[in-house]
């Protein structure tokens, strides 16, 4: 029995007066029958009335218990309880269950019941952007209970009745209440549910379509002058909730009906096709789509829109459509994503051996959405551009990034919606899976391209190493408790470290064996829910049938449990030869934060590490060989290590770990890209650059090094080298671009560029339209390698731009090749006067094309004059101007902007309470804005400034600005300790 709120219901007396007696009390019972039974009949009447009557102060009650005991720190402080009668001595046990909290004030749901199946029946009202709700939800008794506690957040529940399925008649229901604290509907019943038994629960309630992000929330777009509204879900990870009331938790899968009411002027769509339609003669009608099979709340879905659509079928007859406003479909812009989405569905069919589990797959293109894209089964949602693309006007790294937002959703249909992870602190199981295979799916659609073994580096392992090397990083699976804790798991972390480990673990298994391995986990698991160890037991299993015996749970938990990442340091030995010694410790940036927090400085970060190693000379490499390195330290022969030859470890980098060397091997190394750098693979060439920067900035190499090894970049012919060269030299490009010296830099890094430069030349306008496979890599060296130029100032790169801008203004022709356009319109704008920044942000308003807007509004972030700056960060709030998720990106471009860095910052700081109400909530949002408003402040003014902010602010996004500090410390530190030997070191390179 649960510890009674308010003291509703039958009382325990009652209960127990209502059990048969034995022995002396049945002597007696006829001449008490007639009075006990009286007073029986008035006590439940009573009760019946009190149960009424203090329903209304069971919330006040029951959280006085929950902060007075359980110490929820979340909403008003609630009032102490009356003190209680005093009692009959109970049993122990009894008291000790009185004291525990009531079930709805825990942060999960208690798992007394389990839902079996819903039936919705929704009205959408678009005028007046309401949801009128009637929610019908079987639910199965597992443990006796006298509560219902189920999500529901927001919503206004009207009517709450209880029937028991074999049975006509309603169970008596004593009360409901919200409990805003823990986001849930509490439902009071005057008798226990039994355990085995299965009840219907009906919720009559209504909830607004919100103007926010999430939950159930509404958009608009302009089409011939008029202004038209659509409403679509976005419940990822707890927003259904605010919907309708349900048991918001991955594991709780149940079934779905849906039946949506709407103007017969729109369409609704839903995970599943509709079944029948049932027009009213007012001008209604309502859609009746068919049941889901078995799957989570967060991933349900619905919209109302009056968009078009075009389809396609897969060879195995799944439609495809998508849908969009009708004036991109007219244009064909949804085409290109409706083609590849046909392909990776048969794709990820074969190569997971497990059939795509609907009849249809929607893709719908929206105009306002909190992230690129939401995986509902079946009805995938996604923000306009990251979906619609014109090949007349979009250039490769677009195409790029819309292809891989599709196959990230797409592989989402079997990791995530199919198999789905028990609870939120494995939500890397997804979305590591989804962002591996962004680049899988994209070398089967592009094969030329070698996604997989080449960009996956710059654009997942380079950049999350920066983030997982601060102290401030966490474990890939971190623990949560409540809903407020679930926001933070959804970050970098999780997809592109998930993402990381599940490349490195593919690479020691073998591919087919990984694949295999997947294959035996999705057929397993389908339609249920997985934990990690399921992962690690399937795998092992699948490494026995090939003969190899790994624990892959006993390696992976290393790897998962811990934060952070090693570095692995190989030196030669002196007096043996071809012994080597290799140790690991804990890669960090800010050393000082090992000898101030013990947590970091002591011994225990210990990862086991399939260090792959080969051995090279001036004209050869040698196989690689694997050592697992376990231990702080160990020596280890190396074969054919002779005089004169490097080592060169973690080959084409599958592993997540930084390599140093002792300065002998780093000399040969940098000689060896100097006298014949193709000796060294391409992936090794991109590395060397990003570990040497890395290791640079820590501490751990010289700050010359990097700068030598860059040296050879002007004979490098490859793309991926000069990305990896870009990205490492771009944050000490705003580390020093405020200081006296800063042309000191910028000219040795323009030498570095100038001969490259010179040899690609500009692309010619159009060659791209193909997206020639054989040309993507040299379009993209040539783009970075103009990027470069013009932003380190080369004098011919900005009078291109400038020209190629004026004879757009004069001719009012878009001659730009569409490869370069973003640097050309940054360039122009940062170059001329302030008609070109007018000239651009027309164009702005006036563009349909979405890939174009994107460009034209961050190019006027690029200005030197700083009213113009201010002027756009405060149109940036404008949502008719500016789209919510667009105004971040603003925001963060201003502030790399070295003219305008202190105007975002102090923007930020002015407007925080209104970006933060708009934001809060929407995973990566405020995290995105908070690093990027921050992440290139370096003067100790500025670092006080932010923890003087936080004091004051910091509530509900404290992960993200305790990065932040440490983001803005370490650049404070490093201007202290090595701007100037970098200086001196660059002087002395020039004068030669």
Not at 229 to 235: D, E, G, K, N, R
Not at 409 to 430: A, N, Y
Not at 523 to 535: E, M, P, S, V
């Amino acid at each position: 029995m649960e510890p009674e709120a308010g003291g509703r219901g039958p009382s325990g007396q009652w209960a127990e007066a209502a059990r048969p007696r034995t022995t002396e009390r049945h002597v007696a019972v006829h001449r008490r029958l007639v009075l006990g039974f009286a007073v029986s009949i008035v006590a439940l009447l009573l009760v019946a009335v009190a149960a009424v009557l203090l329903s209304v102060r069971v919330e006040e009650c029951a959280a006085g218990r929950a902060a007075g005991r359980a110490g929820n720190g979340t909403g008003p402080a609630a009032p102490e309880p009356e003190p209680e009668p005093e009692r009959a001595a109970e049993p122990a046990e009894e008291e000790e269950r009185r004291r525990e909290p009531p079930p709805w004030t825990r942060p999960r749901l208690p798992g007394h019941l389990r839902p079996l199946h819903y039936n919705l029946v929704l009205s959408a009202f678009l005028e007046n952007f309401t949801l009128g709700g009637e929610a019908h939800v079987q639910v199965l008794c597992l443990r006796a209970t006298r509560h219902l506690v189920l999500h529901a957040h927001r919503l206004r529940v009207e009517a709450v009745r209880l029937a028991e399925d074999r049975l006509a008649g309603a169970l008596p229901v004593a009360g409901f209440f919200l409990y805003p604290q823990t986001q849930t509907l509490v439902v009071a019943l005057n008798r226990s549910l039994e355990p085995g038994r299965s009840y219907n629960l009906k919720v009559l309630y209504g909830a607004p379509i919100e103007n926010e992000l999430l939950g159930f929330f509404r958009s608009s777009y302009v089409l011939h002058g008029e202004r038209r509204f659509l409403a679509v879900t976005q419940f990822s990870p707890t927003h259904a909730r605010k919907a309708f009331p349900c048991f918001d938790e991955p594991i709780y899968k149940a079934t779905f009906k849906i039946s949506i009411k709407h103007q017969a002027t729109y369409l609704s769509l839903s995970n599943m096709p509709v079944e029948t339609s049932v027009f009213d003669e007012d001008g209604w009608v309502t859609d009746h789509f068919s049941q889901t099979p078995l799957m989570s709340t967060y991933y349900l879905a619905w919209a109302v829109c009056n968009f078009t659509y075009r389809e396609t079928t897969t060879k195995n007859g799944v439609v495809v459509r998508l849908y969009a406003r009708p004036d991109a479909i007219r244009r064909g812009s949804g085409d290109y994503a409706l083609n590849i989405t046909r392909r990776l569905i048969e794709f990820y069919e074969d190569y997971f051996q497990v059939p795509y589990s609907l009849p249809k797959l929607d893709l719908l293109a929206v105009p306002k959405h909190p992230y690129a894209a939401m995986e509902n089964w079946g009805l995938s949602v996604f923000v306009e551009q990251r979906i619609l693309l014109d090949p007349s006007i979009s250039s490769i790294s677009y195409l790029l990034d819309v292809t891989m937002v599709i196959v990230h959703e797409l592989c989402h249909q079997w990791f995530g919606d199919l198999v789905t992870p028990v609870w939120w602190e494995d939500v890397w199981l997804k979305e590591g899976f989804a962002h591996y295979f962004e680049f899988v799916g994209t070398d089967y659609l592009y094969p030329g391209w070698n996604m997989e073994k080449q960009r996956f580096l710059t654009d997942v392992l380079h950049e999350v190493m920066l983030l997982d090397g601060l102290a401030s990083s966490h474990p890939v699976s971190q623990e949560v408790q409540q809903a407020t804790d679930i926001d933070r798991v959804f970050d970098w972390i999780a997809y592109k470290k998930g993402a990381a480990l599940i490349r490195m673990l593919a690479n020691f298994m073998g591919h087919s064996v990984f694949q295999m391995g997947l294959q035996d986990y999705l057929t397993i698991h389908k339609y249920g829910n997985a934990a990690r160890k399921d992962l690690w037991n399937t795998l092992s299993e699948a490494l026995k049938k090939v003969g190899k015996f790994v624990d892959i749970q006993e390696v992976m938990d290393q790897w998962t449990l811990q934060m952070g990442y090693p570095v692995i340091t190989i030196m030669g030995n002196e007096t043996a030869e071809n012994i080597v010694q290799i140790s690991q410790e804990h890669f960090i940036y800010d050393l000082n934060v090992k000898f101030k927090d013990p947590d970091h400085g002591n011994n225990s970060y210990l990862w086991q590490i399939p260090l792959t190693i080969a051995v090279g000379n001036t004209s050869h490499i040698s196989s690689e060989a694997i050592i697992w390195v376990s231990n702080k330290s160990e020596r280890h022969r190396i074969a054919s290590l002779e005089e004169g030859s490097w080592l060169l470890g973690n080959i084409n980098q599958t592993g997540y770990f930084r390599v140093n060397y002792d300065i002998r091997n780093w000399k040969l190394l940098i000689d060896q890209l100097t006298r014949n750098h193709k000796v060294i693979s391409v992936s090794n060439r991109a590395s060397l650059i990003d570990d040497a920067f890395n290791l640079a900035r820590a501490g751990y190499l010289p700050q010359n090094i990097p700068l030598e090894i860059i040296k050879y970049l002007s004979k490098e012919k490859e793309f991926l080298p000069w990305h990896a060269a870009s990205r490492a030299l771009y944050p000490l490009d705003k580390l020093l671009d405020r200081t006296e010296s800063y042309n000191i830099f910028n000219e040795y890094i323009l030498r570095q560029v100038a001969a490259m430069y010179l040899k690609l030349g500009w692309p010619t306008n159009n060659v791209e339209k193909s997206f020639a496979q054989a040309s993507y890599q040299h379009e993209e060296l040539r783009r970075e390698v103009i990027m470069l130029a013009c932003s380190f100032g080369n004098k011919h790169c900005h009078q291109q731009a400038a020209t190629l801008i004026s004879d757009w203004i004069s001719s009012n022709r878009n001659r730009i090749p569409l490869n370069v356009r973003d640097i050309v319109y940054c360039t122009g704008v940062s170059l001329m006067d302030e008609d070109v920044w007018e000239f651009i942000w027309m164009k702005f308003h006036s563009t349909t094309a979405v890939s174009e807007k994107k460009i034209l509004l961050e190019a006027l972030t690029c200005s030197d004059d700083r009213n113009l700056l201010n002027r756009l960060l405060n149109l940036s709030l404008n949502s008719e101007v500016v789209l919510d998720q667009d105004a971040i990106d603003v925001i963060i471009h201003v502030a790399r902007n070295p003219h305008g860095r202190d105007l975002a910052w102090k923007f930020f700081r002015e407007k925080w309470k209104i970006l933060n109400a708009r934001y809060g909530e929407a995973l990566f949002m405020n995290s995105k804005l908070i690093s990027g408003v921050t992440e290139f402040l370096n003067a100790e003014s500025e670092l006080n400034e932010l923890k003087n902010f936080i004091k004051t602010y910091a509530e509900g996004s404290a992960a993200s600005f305790s990065r932040a500090v440490e983001t803005v410390e370490a650049n404070v530190r490093w201007q202290a300790l090595y701007k100037d030997e970098l200086f001196q070191w660059l002087r002395r390179s020039l004068a030669h």
